[in-house]
Structure formats: structure tokens, C-alpha cells
T-cell receptor
Framework: NAGVTQTPKFQVLKTGQSMTLQCAQD?????MSWYRQDPGMGLRLIHY???????DQGEVPNGYNVSRSTTEDFPLRLLSAAPSQTSVYFC???????????????FGPGTRLTVL | GESVGLHLPTLSVQEGDNSIINCAYS??????FIWYKQESGKGPQFIID?????DKRQGQRVTVLLNKTVKHLSLQIAATQPGDSAVYFC???????????FGTGTSLTVIP
């Protein structure tokens, strides 16, 4: 199993550009999520999905869109990039997002995004 | 707002000693906690978890303690090794949702 894969590994954007960060998992996990990690801070949840066709907002959703058309894929779209979105982005998946289920999260290697 | 925070941002220990990393949380509704290890340039890696109906859980060289009275949990690493050098995060999951909230992290450095 490849686990959780993310592409690209690095990306530089200009303010106002849009792009999509790709995330895929091959573990048949229902729950997928996107986090951003800024220096000196923990991971903050952007969006998450509990299954195909279902998405919801996390702590910091503004400026980002997601969709979940398949169990495997969970892309994150930056609509109009801003310097404040410079960060490291991690995608994660788990069997379930419920606190009552076994839900160890597996993280991808991250995408390092710089917005100029 | 609610937060999950760590008492110490950095920790240095001698190889072979035991390490203790602490984490405070403020939401008494949280009922599931996870410790993650993050090595430089990599994504977080699950270490151990604990549910609120437990006070202690042990894994291989790691133990997590949960004190719900003071909203505190700790990660103990026995016989710390150089490979344990990393940033450690605690995260909490709340019954009411499917969201995990992460602390800011503690950087552990193991001195050979």
C-alpha cells in the first residue's frame, strides 16, 4: 500500500492564482482531512470528509474548497491564493472520524506552499 | 477559545533517560486523545491514543497518562533513543464532531 500520497511536494504561487493540492489514499478509509501547519503552531483543520460526497468545514476553511467524489481522493482547492496561505499542507485519512471508532490517522508527506 | 497546549516547547534529554512530554487541554467534552510524532520534513505519525474512560495506556516504550480532573495528559518515553528526536503533538477529538484539535508541539532532542 502506498498509504496517503500528496502532490505536489513543493509549490510557489503568485497572489491571486488558483491551484489544487492532490491527496489520495489506498486504504479504503472513509475519513479524510486537510490540515495546515504554520511555524510555531500545531496543525489546524481546514476541511474534512466522512465519506464520498460528504464534506464539512474545519477550523480554518476560508479560501479553500474541497470535494470528495471518490473514497480515494480528496483534493484541496485554493481559490485565489494569498500570502497568508503560505504554509505546509497535510492530508490525512482514517478508517473513521468518530471518537467511538478506531481512528488512527495516517498523514501524507505534506505540500510546502509559498504564495508570493 | 478552546485550546490544546503544551507546557514546554523544547525538551532535551540524555540518551537512555526517560522523557516526559506534557499537554493541557481545556475542553472537558474531549474524550479521545492521540499523541503524534513528527520528524523533520515528514507528516505526523501516530504513536499512541487513549480514551477518556482510561487513565493510562501503554505501548512499546511509550505510556500515555490522562488526568481528567486537571485536563492534562502526558507522554512518557522510556529509554529515549536518538531516533526519538522529533516534535511531539497531542490532539483531542470531541464527541460532538469529527474534528481533531492539535497542540502546538514539543520539540524533543536526544543527546547521545
Amino acid at each position: 500500500n502506498a498509504g496517503v500520497t500528496q502532490t505536489p511536494k513543493f509549490q510557489v504561487l503568485k497572489t491571486g492564482q488558483s491551484m489544487t493540492l492532490q491527496c489520495a489514499q489506498d486504504m479504503n478509509h472513509e475519513y479524510m482531512s486537510w490540515y495546515r501547519q504554520d511555524p510555531g503552531m500545531g496543525l489546524r483543520l481546514i476541511h474534512y470528509s466522512v465519506g464520498a460526497g460528504i464534506t464539512d468545514q474545519g477550523e480554518v476553511p476560508n479560501g479553500y474548497n474541497v470535494s470528495r467524489s471518490t473514497t480515494e481522493d480528496f483534493p484541496l482547492r485554493l481559490l485565489s491564493a494569498a500570502p497568508s496561505q503560505t504554509s505546509v499542507y497535510f492530508c490525512a485519512s482514517s478508517y473513521s472520524g468518530s471518537a467511538y471508532s478506531y481512528n488512527e490517522q495516517f498523514f501524507g508527506p505534506g505540500t510546502r506552499l509559498t504564495v508570493l | 477559545g478552546e485550546s490544546v497546549g503544551l507546557h514546554l516547547p523544547t525538551l532535551s534529554v540524555q540518551e537512555g533517560d526517560n522523557s516526559i512530554i506534557n499537554c493541557a487541554y481545556s475542553n472537558s467534552a474531549s474524550d479521545y486523545f492521540i499523541w503524534y510524532k513528527q520528524e523533520s520534513g515528514k507528516g505526523p505519525q501516530f504513536i499512541i491514543d487513549i480514551r477518556s474512560n482510561m487513565d493510562k495506556r501503554q505501548g512499546q516504550r511509550v505510556t500515555v497518562l490522562l488526568n481528567k480532573t486537571v485536563k492534562h495528559l502526558s507522554l512518557q518515553i522510556a529509554a529515549t533513543q536518538p531516533g526519538d528526536s522529533a516534535v511531539y503533538f497531542c490532539a483531542e477529538n470531541r464527541v460532538t464532531g469529527n474534528q481533531f484539535y492539535f497542540g502546538t508541539g514539543t520539540s524533543l532532542t536526544v543527546i547521545p
